[in-house]
């Protein structure tokens, strides 16, 4: 196999040279670092990177750690991650916390001791374990799809010089996210305008900020339609599949059922679709139902799902893009990215097939679009 001197001769430079040009310590030449990297193809020279690493400090390695990574969403997001950090030349190393705390804490210390040079989180609704961790070592990290309350996510500055790099009340971690309650609010007034008055809600986990922004859209959507929120027809189906299907069952068994559903996230849709169909109800001749998430086979359904598509796979690539902008500036101020989401409309509400508007989506203007230092 050739070697960093092999390479140094075949270039005419020095062996230091070979090692500037291919670790980026230090600027080189533009024809001298092309002649390195000439001779580095012609000899099919292979650095090696456990050495690099010991010499840079850095491994060009990324954690993720997003839970459920057989959800169609969190696949989206996990190839969008990939596909940026392969880009610029970092490989992935990938961890499901499992919603659990405790073990989300114990997946991101194991990826850290594997000295992953930043993470990209998808947090549990109760991160408390995992930010002190991350905050006592320094690492750098990006929340994905979930954000941090404003004050877990404010600055706690480890020492003097820090302190006076970061602005006062800046976050302490980047944070990237999709749009949760305007697009919410839409789904309910669609279905308001539709001529429905009892429009029930299966919510996602309690604790996730997405659960609580998409109860909060539901609640404006009702206030914006001028319909009164019955704290009945608003229930938790845990973002998961087996507890939708069993609380969509306890609405309808309500004396004043809901005639239209909103469900929180597509693995909840799937349960409701299961329970509808055991208690032989049709959609949207008995009831309506609109989804937040859009997956893949969602046309494929009779009749097709009305849905918020989020942007999963730009919402990875900018958390991997957000996380090499902060190693490559670590001082910079945090800042949290919302990126907006689309209006499927297709026929699960109530609507009919129209030809030339099947499917069409409309990008929904987010309530607030920002890049700034706390979470919006």
């Avoid at 670092?33 to 390695?61: I, K």
């Avoid at 057989?70 to 596909?83: K, R």
């Avoid at 950090?85 to 190393?93: E, F, T, V």
């Avoid at 405790?102 to 997946?107: A, D, F, L, T």
Wanted: with cysteine; hydrophobic share 45%; proline share 7%.
């Amino acid at each position: 196999m050739a070697t960093m001197a092999d390479v140094a001769r075949s270039a005419g430079v020095s062996v230091a040279t070979v090692s500037h040009v291919l670790n980026g310590t230090r600027p080189v030449l533009p024809h001298t670092r092309q002649a390195v990297l000439d001779a580095v193809d012609a000899l099919g020279y292979t650095p090696n990177t456990l050495a690099r690493s010991l010499v840079t400090s850095r491994t060009r390695s990324i954690g993720l750690a997003v839970s459920a990574i057989s959800n169609p969403y969190f696949t989206e997001i996990l190839q969008g991650v990939e596909a940026a950090a392969l880009q610029a030349g970092y490989s992935l190393l990938i961890a499901d916390p499992h919603d659990d705390p405790r073990h989300e804490r114990k997946v991101v210390q194991l990826l850290h001791e594997r000295r992953v040079d930043g993470m990209i989180v998808a947090p549990s609704a109760d991160p408390h374990q995992l930010v002190g961790y991350l905050r006592r070592h320094a690492v750098p990290t990006v929340f994905l799809d979930r954000l941090l309350d404003a004050g877990m996510a404010e600055a706690v500055p480890p020492d003097a010089t820090r302190a006076a790099a970061t602005p006062p009340g800046a976050p302490c971690f980047d944070q990237v996210c999709a749009e949760s309650a305007a697009p919410t609010a839409l789904l309910v007034t669609h279905l308001a305008g539709l001529g429905h008055r009892r429009i029930g809600m299966i919510a996602g986990l309690p604790g996730l900020s997405t659960t609580g922004e998409r109860i909060t859209g539901y609640r404006e959507g009702l206030a914006a339609a001028g319909l009164e929120c019955d704290a009945r027809l608003l229930v938790s189906g845990q973002s998961e599949s087996v507890t939708a299907e069993r609380v969509v069952a306890g609405l309808l068994n309500l004396p004043d059922p809901p005639t239209a559903l909103v469900t929180a996230n597509n693995a909840m849709t799937i349960g409701a679709l299961r329970a509808l169909r055991r208690l032989g109800r049709s959609v949207p001749d008995d009831i309506a139902l609109c989804c937040f998430d859009d997956f893949a086979w969602a046309d494929l359904f009779s009749p097709r799902l009305t849905a918020i598509a989020q942007p999963s796979r730009e919402l990875g690539a900018l958390a991997a893009q957000v996380l090499l902008d902060r190693l490559a500036a670590p001082d910079r101020p945090g800042r949290t990215v919302r990126l907006p989401c689309a209006f499927v409309h297709r026929t699960s509400c109530g609507c009919p097939e129209e030809p030339d508007q099947a499917g069409a989506a409309r990008l929904i203007a987010p309530s607030t679009l920002s890049e700034k230092g706390t979470a919006s």
